[in-house]
């Protein structure tokens, strides 16, 4: 049996996670890149890159994404001191 095409599975990922039955809101963004990603780089490790991003951003896989977002909003929208 053949090996599948990485192009078209990393396709078929990323159509998976931004179908139209999904609402804009709860596309996760990072995945969805990530999906793109593996065009190029069939052997990315998607895990491990949205580990690395959720510990980034200050957020766990599974937090709250309005929470998340939210506290990062305000963090980035509130000017702070230069000393």
């Known amino acids: 049996m053949a090996e599948p095409d990485p192009y078209r599975s990393a396709l078929r990922g990323f159509a998976a996670l931004v179908e139209p039955t999904q609402e804009d809101a709860s596309i996760d963004l990072a995945a969805a890149a990530l999906a793109i990603a593996r065009t190029e780089y069939p052997g990315l490790d998607v895990r491990y ?3 690395r991003l959720h510990a980034l951003g200050g957020s766990r896989p599974g937090k709250d994404a309005q ?3 939210g506290a990062r909003g305000h963090c ?3 000017p702070r001191a230069v000393r």
């Open 49 to 51: 890159y949205l580990g």
């Open 67 to 69: 929470q998340s977002h």
């Open 76 to 78: 980035i929208a509130q």
